[in-house]
């Protein structure tokens, strides 16, 4: 017969749990290189790690525009054979990701690299997790599941998404008008290389609104349900980097010192949602971007400071860290005070750099609203916000943005 625990079993159990519920994990690319200049690197590096035979999946205005030039010149001097998948312009849809991952099978290659904007590193890297053998729709619920794939490379052109050092990828289903957003360890690249200089021709506008996914990116981290100390560092760091420099890189795209921070900012901010995960505003954004076909980065400035709002009431001494981050002078405010100024000036980001705060002329049906909020709260962003929110909260958001539908 078992015998009963004792009083002093019972509370060492209760202690060992409450350790175990302080444990976190953090993820972040192998390696991990960063400099202007460092995508001439790419061949020696590939060499060295015994890669024979790279496939790119790359922007097309990054190819025309010869941005590639350099790494393919490296590759050809290190003996690297390279072959270039052109995706198609916009936001990378599951058919394109088919069609690149039989490319890459015919190719022979060995070795997939992500040359671009978020759009084609996120097709690099559903590539690689179908080439484990695992629909998108389904690796989320393998995370613990060792999946193994082909080498999977990261080079940026744009200084928002921090895709090349993220266990995310976020693809546009078959419809047209659904998100599926991914995450899995081998979703990681294994190599990421960030080299600031590729981003100095991106006109003002894309500037502005891959900074502001980078922005969003690291507000959503250091209010997650999920922050430690690791990740609201680096997240704390990042809004930092992006609210002193994202004007100046949009407004002055040849500068060099802002266009580098922001590099850094969106990694930084990668690193940490990585690991901590995104809130509400992503879960909505994701919804509105497949449903009206706006950049990503677009679609969280429109809904990045009503979720603040938000979530203000459950973490006001976060919001106020923010807003310190963010440059406010936080002298004889309350901290309910200081916490709304962070998205006070979060709004005058949005303006000063010229994106837009709601979409008028964008009616959605009653029908539709309820859609969106049911998909919203489903995405997997939406599970780390740090504010439970009902169906009835997300459609009240959603109109704030579609003064039509109000």
Known sequence: MNQAPSAADIVAGAVEQA????WYEFRTAPQFIVGDGVSARLGEILAGRGVGHAFFAADPAVVSLGLMDTALRSLRLSGVAAT?????PGEPTIQMVEEASASFKA???GFIVGFGGGSALDTAKAMAALASGVRLEEIGALAG???PRPGLAAVPTTAGTGSEVTAFTVITDAS???KIAARHPCIMPDLALVDPRLTHGLPPRMTAITGLDALTHAIEAYVSKEACTITQALAHRAVMLAFRNLPIAAGSGDDGQARYAMAIASCMAGMAFSTAGLGLCHAMAHQLGARYHLPHGAANALMLPHVMEFNLMVKPAEFGEIARAMGVSLS???EREAAEASVAACRRLIRDVGLETDLPGKRETEAGLLAMADEALTDIC???NPRAASREDVIRLYRAVLPESR
């Open 84 to 88: 270039i998948f052109e995706c198609l």
């Open 176 to 178: 047209g008008r659904h």
């Open 145 to 147: 599941r060792h999946l």
């Open 382 to 384: 939406a599970a780390t």
């Open 107 to 109: 190719a022979g290659a």
């Open 332 to 334: 004889g405010l309350s």
């Open 19 to 22: 350790r175990m519920g302080q």
